[in-house]
Nanobody
Framework: LQLVESGGGLVQPGGSLRLSCTAS??????VAWFRQAPGKEREGVSC???????TYYLDSVKGRFTTSRDTANTVSLQMNSLKPEDTAVYYC?????????????????WGQGTQVTVSS
């Protein structure tokens, strides 16, 4: 499974960005978004279960970020009301196991990462 990400960039505080993660057959996998800021550990941001059975979010992004399956091969992360502390490299990851954002080591497949910078 080869994950390809797109959609990062520079945005002002309060703005929005939409990230996409694409791979053939992605609907059979749970897909998570992780992020890593400079000098910080990687943290899970969101997860969507295979076949759209559920979503999970980091507390600090609840109500601002939404993950969804746009097609059978694409998962997106809509990020609204962005804050400077959301600045990080964002990675999508997939697993044939359970959907969660606790431990990135459970995810077998990773995208290349895309930079999100929130700054005025």
């Amino acid at each position: 499974l080869q994950l390809v990400e797109s959609g990062g960039g520079l945005v002002q505080p309060g703005g929005s960005l939409r990230l996409s993660c694409t791979a053939s057959g992605l609907d059979y996998y749970a897909v998570a978004w992780f992020r890593q800021a400079p000098g910080k550990e990687r943290e899970g941001v969101s997860c969507i279960s295979s076949m759209n059975s559920g979503t999970y979010y980091l507390d600090s992004v609840k109500g601002r970020f939404t993950t969804s399956r746009d097609t059978a091969n694409t998962v997106s992360l809509q990020m609204n009301s962005l804050k400077p502390e959301d600045t990080a490299v964002y990675y999508c990851a997939a697993t044939s196991g359970l959907c969660h954002i606790r431990d990135s080591s459970d995810y077998d497949y990773w995208g290349q990462g895309t930079q999100v910078t929130v700054s005025s």
